[in-house]
Each structure stands twice: as structure tokens, then as C-alpha cells.
């Protein structure tokens, strides 16, 4: 027998997908266009999600993901980090370095778990909830390389952040609705032949435990 669905409620749904996956917005026609949808039935939809926050329009009217997405994503985020520290200490304790889980908020990128290594003599202290735009460091270019069709497995970066630190992160790939990196960074050389599929493995690693 099929399983019943919502029609309302799946429109309302590939709408918010819609609007993700489209960083500079979209006009009530485009969307009736990717949708196939009549542009009165989206147009009802927009305004109800808008009443949520979970839509807002910028000033040329064109519609974004709302705000009201954050504060349900967040109820999230711990699962996520629970999920993600064990994998994290592991890394952090096998290379030296501190270790950290990376999401984005917006056009940030806010870290969401960090683990430092208990040996070393010392290490960059990294602080949970720290933020940084998506374009700077390597936990913010990794997950906008996670957007690409065929992405790299890693990035590396020097001094973006912090004078002297360097980073190498690698995107989680294939956690729907989840845009993240995991990374290392270190005050110090950072060998990316040996740390890149470390890091990189340890990010399928999180991937995994999240699908």
C-alpha cells in the first residue's frame, strides 16, 4: 500500500531545498519554474514560510532561507557533535594537532566541536562557536569545496586566520542537509601528503555515523 504524503507539506519542503541551494535568491517565478508549480500556489506557500521565518526576502524582493532555519538547525547540533568528538580526539591524538568539527551558519562558518591533542608540548587553542566567513581558513574553503561537483579531498591554508597557523581541512560529504569540514590546525608546518588523508578519512568517518 503507499505511504500517504502531504502534497502542501512537500511543496513547502522543496521550496526551503530550492532556496538552499540558491545563494542568491529567488524571485516567485523562478521558483514556480524549479518547482513546476503555479506561481499562486508558491506564492501562498513563500507567505506562509515567510510568517515562520523560515523565508524572508532581501531588498530587491528576491526570497532567502530565513532565520528561522537556524534556531531548528541548532537543536541539531548536538547529535552532531556528539557524533563527531570521538572521531575528532582520535585525529587530534594521531597527529598533534587540534581537531575540529566546522559547520556553516549563514555565510559562516561556526565551530561546532573542537578536540586538542593531550601530548604535545603545545598547540593552537581553538574556541567552540568561533566564527569566520566561509572564504577565509580552511574549514570555511573546505565546505564551500564540498559544494563542487567532483571537490578536491582537502584544502590547505597559512596564516588566514591566525599569523603563523597553518590549517588543512576536508569537506563531510553526503549528510543531507549538513554543509561541514573537518580540520587540524597547528603553529607549524603541516605535511598534506601525510595529515590530507587523515583528515579526509576522518571526515567519511563522521559522514558515516550521520547517514
Same mark, same amino acid.
Given at each position: 500500500m503507499p505511504t500517504e504524503t502531504s502534497? *502542501? =507539506? @512537500? !511543496? $513547502?519542503? !522543496? /521550496?526551503l531545498e530550492a532556496l538552499a541551494a540558491s545563494p542568491g $535568491? =529567488?524571485?516567485i517565478t523562478e521558483l514556480s519554474g524549479r518547482l513546476e508549480v503555479? !506561481? *499562486?500556489?508558491v506564492y501562498r =506557500? /513563500?507567505? *506562509?514560510l515567510e510568517q515562520h521565518a523560515f523565508v524572508r526576502r532581501d531588498a530587491r524582493g528576491r526570497l532567502h532561507v530565513g532565520l528561522g532555519l537556524l534556531h531548528l538547525a541548532s537543536a541539531v547540533h548536538p547529535l552532531v557533535r556528539d557524533v563527531a568528538? #570521538? /572521531? =575528532?580526539?582520535?585525529l587530534a591524538e594521531g597527529v598533534g594537532? *587540534?581537531?575540529h568539527l566546522t559547520v556553516t551558519e549563514g555565510e559562516e562558518a561556526l565551530a561546532l566541536a573542537v578536540v586538542e591533542p593531550s601530548w604535545t608540548d603545545f598547540h593552537v587553542s581553538y574556541r567552540v562557536g568561533s566564527r569566520h566567513p566561509l572564504t577565509r581558513g580552511a574549514a570555511g574553503k573546505a565546505i564551500l569545496l564540498g559544494r563542487e561537483t @567532483? #571537490?578536491? #579531498?582537502? /584544502?590547505?591554508t597559512s596564516g588566514e586566520l591566525q599569523a603563523g597557523a597553518q590549517g588543512l581541512a576536508a569537506p563531510v560529504l553526503g549528510v543531507a542537509g549538513l554543509e561541514a569540514s573537518v580540520g587540524v590546525v597547528t603553529l607549524g608546518d603541516l605535511d598534506a601528503d601525510v595529515l590530507g588523508p587523515r583528515v579526509a578519512a576522518a571526515a567519511t568517518a563522521i559522514a558515516d555515523r550521520l547517514r
Open positions: 502534497q *502542501t =507539506l @512537500d !511543496r $513547502g519542503l !522543496r /521550496v $535568491g =529567488l524571485t503555479n !506561481r *499562486t500556489v =506557500l /513563500v507567505s *506562509t568528538v #570521538p /572521531v =575528532l580526539r582520535e594537532c *587540534t581537531a @567532483d #571537490p578536491a #579531498p582537502y /584544502v590547505l
